[in-house]
């Protein structure tokens, strides 16, 4: 039973592991974008297993793809081995990117491949001063941690770089929030100038950035702004790392990488989560130059095996061939226009906001810009009851987040859309 599962959970996994939901739930069977939980409640999924499952649930050519690669025998080789499903995906991979001359460094999650960025970028420059971002989020080991501007997440003190820290792109609070698009850009590249002759040393690695902020509660910029700062970065000789973690592989709808939105190509990009839909899958994709730039032996046991690149080509191939990234710009449009439209108004909700499949909603005490946190949490526990899975996020916990997968239909799209307004408005005391 859930509450027995539960009641061993709590006795064998450490107490900062969150649980969603006032009664956590276990999720045992799932098809499309449809879970079942072990009480036999089914629920439309919002959130993907925090946007990794890409595709949706049990998709046959993924499965059919994997279980070829089991019949042979061979689950892990280890890379002192050629891997002919790990060289087709970094083909795919090398070429989609958009850097010229890439190279492919395979990991197991989002926190390595930021790891690997920053050991290769530091290693190039020959410098641990890095730049980063205010309300961001790169991964949980000490250098993710250490480049993660989001204090929350942020689980040690410890550092082996040196950050000087940018500001982010969130529009409800903070500096740069009152400016409009154009006059935001032009204080944040101000800021970055000032940034690298006060609080550095001017031979600074990299600069890394996502062009949403996940964790951050789906934050990003003024399209533009990794222009802005790419022109000053160029100056320096410092390199530019795109963290592509939930942003890559269409899921912003207007754009195959989040950010393409900015005019820029950028030197290192990270990817992790939907690639793998579900399978341990990520790496770092660079310049020939600055990836080769690590001076010992280095490799990853488990990264690019054969099992989690089988599904790795079998994802891409799927999202190429059914042309998902305009399927999540049709939508996403559903979906954001529909917030917008019915509670964008609201006093209590300060932003509907994002790209794509990639949208959050920021609740804010009536007529301010105080985080209300409480109510999110209602409106998220209410969602759930009315059948939907969401996500929460931002700096403050007030944001509800959403990252169906890339096959979401129109259809429960606008399903989806019904159950989150009805939450939303019931918790806020609208009639409806």
């Avoid at 064998?12 to 449809?34: D, F, H, K, Q, T």
Wanted: aromatic share 6%.
């Amino acid at each position: 039973m859930t509450d027995d599962l539960l009641a061993r959970h709590r006795a064998v996994l450490p107490s900062w592991m969150p649980l969603y939901y006032a009664e956590p739930i276990e999720l045992v069977s799932g098809s499309g974008r449809r879970v079942t939980d072990a009480q036999g409640r089914s629920y439309l999924d919002f959130f993907g297993g925090v946007l990794t499952n890409m595709i949706g649930y049990d998709i046959p050519e993924i499965r059919e793809a994997v279980e070829r690669q089991l019949a042979t025998g061979i689950v892990h080789t280890s890379t002192l081995y050629l891997i002919r499903q790990q060289v087709e995906l970094a083909e795919k991979i090398a070429q989609r990117s958009g850097i010229p001359d890439a190279r492919v460094f395979f990991t197991n999650s989002g926190t390595e491949a930021n790891e690997a960025a920053l050991l290769v970028a530091t290693n190039h420059r020959r410098s641990h001063q890095v730049l980063a971002v205010r309300n961001s989020y790169h991964g949980r080991s000490y250098a993710a941690m250490g480049v993660t501007g989001n204090r929350n997440w942020s689980a040690s003190g410890l550092n082996p770089l040196q950050v000087a820290w940018l500001h982010s792109g969130d529009r409800v609070r903070g500096l740069l929030a009152r400016l409009s698009a154009d006059e935001q850009v032009d204080a944040a590249v101000e800021d970055l100038r000032e940034v690298l002759a006060t609080q550095t040393a001017g031979d600074v690695a990299a600069l890394i950035a996502e062009p949403i902020q996940g964790v951050g509660g789906f934050v990003h910029p003024p399209d533009g702004l990794f222009a802005g700062w790419k022109k000053v970065l160029d100056e320096h000789g410092i390199l530019f790392i795109a963290d592509e973690v939930q942003t890559g592989w269409g899921r912003t709808g207007e754009h195959f990488w989040g950010y393409q939105a900015h005019g820029v190509t950028p030197d290192l990009l990270t990817f992790a989560k939907g690639i793998g839909n579900g399978f341990a899958l990520a790496g770092v994709v660079g310049r020939a130059e600055v990836l080769e730039s690590v001076s010992a032996i280095s490799f990853s046991t488990f990264g690019g095996n054969p099992i989690s690149t089988a599904a790795g080509n079998a994802v891409l191939d799927y999202l190429l061939e059914h042309d998902l990234q305009a399927n999540a710009a049709r939508v996403g449009a559903i979906l954001a226009d529909g917030l917008r439209s019915a509670v964008g108004g609201l006093d209590c909700v300060a932003e509907v906001r994002g790209k794509g499949l990639m949208l959050g909603v920021e609740f804010v005490r009536p007529g301010t810009s105080e985080p209300d946190p409480a109510l999110t949490n209602r409106v998220f526990e209410a969602a759930r009851e009315g059948g939907l899975l969401a996500g929460k996020g931002g700096l403050h916990g007030n944001v509800l987040r959403m990252g169906p997968p890339l096959t979401l239909t129109e259809e429960e799209a606008r399903e989806g859309l019904a159950i989150l307004v009805d939450a939303i408005r019931s918790c806020a005391g609208v009639a409806a």
